[in-house]
């Protein structure tokens, strides 16, 4: 009896690296990787998040060393997140013109304006007492449209200021109809919204609150972050109203547990798409590598390219300037 050989042999294109390479259908490039960066208001040296190896609370010195590197090394954005010394119930610190925010993202323009593009979230959370993403009503509650008006100030704090990119993380219902109209009405016409626009109640944000001191006090934010197991349909409306709200880009949060999500995204719509890499996509990979559990430096590639294959345009990941580098 004769053997039965294939008549196709997809191996033949995987045996050597050059092969691979030549054929590689997914392919990074810094220039779409965004590095979320974290400054904190009067501190005198940068302090460790030990939820995050190797991520840093910046002071505004070292902010502008690690905006420098990520410059240099080809990087397409940075994104602020600020930690303000003193917090209240309705967040001030967000539209504070001498606010850590506003100054920091003033000193970022200055420094890497030119090479970068500098880009600020826009939430209440970190500048709250209560950690929650908006005004509370009486009953504890977010107040939806209360918290319209702070996001509508702290956009345009932060434009005045600087910000090259407005991107508003809070899941208010209206947030980017209510900021575009204030942007406007403030000569910042040209400033892009990039809308975090499906933002899901997830566990791996757990290191970030730790990095930018936001954990809610009570409760959570399962009231206006999407529900993991929710309709796929509400994902899609999110992203349709905000761009009849005037968004010029959109983003889906986390990535690497949602990379269905982003898929659909992507096939919807015609703007740029981003997927931010979270806290604990990070920490996870960083822990089973500390412990020698798994191959750091693959694991990192292999879930950037899932999310660019998945149809990311740009990545928000907390390894942008070390991936940069490595890409060159
Ligand atoms: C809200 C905001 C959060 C993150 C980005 N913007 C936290 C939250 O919604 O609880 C999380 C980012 C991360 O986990 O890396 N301002």
């Known amino acids: ?46 302090s460790p998040v030990t939820s995050m190896p190797g991520v840093l609370q910046h002071t505004r010195d070292s902010l502008l060393k690690a905006a420098n590197e990520a410059a240099q090394a080809g990087v397409g954005g940075l994104i602020l ?21 506003q100054r920091a993202v003033a000193d970022l323009v200055a420094e890497v304006g030119d090479a970068l593009v500098v880009m600020t979230d826009t939430c209440l959370d970190e500048f709250t007492d209560h950690g929650h993403c908006g005004v509370l009503t ?3 509650e977010v107040d939806n449209d209360v918290t319209l008006e702070r996001y509508a100030a702290a956009a345009v704090a ?8 407005i991107a508003p993380s809070g899941m208010m219902d209206g947030q980017v109809a209510a900021i575009r109209a204030a942007l406007d009405a403030d000569g910042f016409e040209q400033i892009p919204i990039l809308a ?5 109640a997830s566990a791996f944000y757990g290191p970030f609150r730790e990095a930018a001191e936001c954990a809610p006090q009570f ?43 982003l898929r659909q995204v992507r096939d919807l719509v015609d703007v740029p798409v981003a997927a931010y890499q979270v806290s604990g996509e990070y920490s996870m990979i960083e822990a089973a590598a500390a412990n020698g559990w798994i191959d750091r430096d693959r694991a990192i590639m292999e879930s ?7 149809g990311a345009d740009m990545i928000l990941t907390y390894w942008a300037t070390e991936v940069a580098r490595k890409l060159g």
């Open 1 to 46: 009896m004769t053997a039965q050989f294939p008549v196709a042999r997809p191996r033949r294109l995987r045996r050597t690296a050059a092969m691979r390479r030549m054929v590689a259908g997914t392919r990074l490039h810094p220039s779409e990787l965004v590095l979320p960066v974290f400054v904190k208001e009067g501190i005198d040296e940068p």
């Open 81 to 101: 997140f600020g930690v303000p010394e003193v917090k209240d119930a309705r967040g001030s610190a967000a539209d504070d013109p001498e606010g850590i925010v």
């Open 138 to 140: 009486p009953d504890g």
């Open 158 to 165: 932060q434009a005045r200021a600087g910000s090259q990119v």
């Open 196 to 200: 975090y626009s499906v933002k899901y």
């Open 219 to 261: 409760g959570d934010r399962n009231a206006y972050q999407q529900d993991g197991a929710g309709p796929v349909g509400e994902a899609l409306r999110e992203v349709r109203l905000d761009l009849e709200e005037g968004a010029d880009a959109v983003m889906v949060k986390p990535a690497l547990a949602y990379l269905d999500i």
């Open 304 to 310: 950037l390219v899932a999310i660019r294959r998945a």
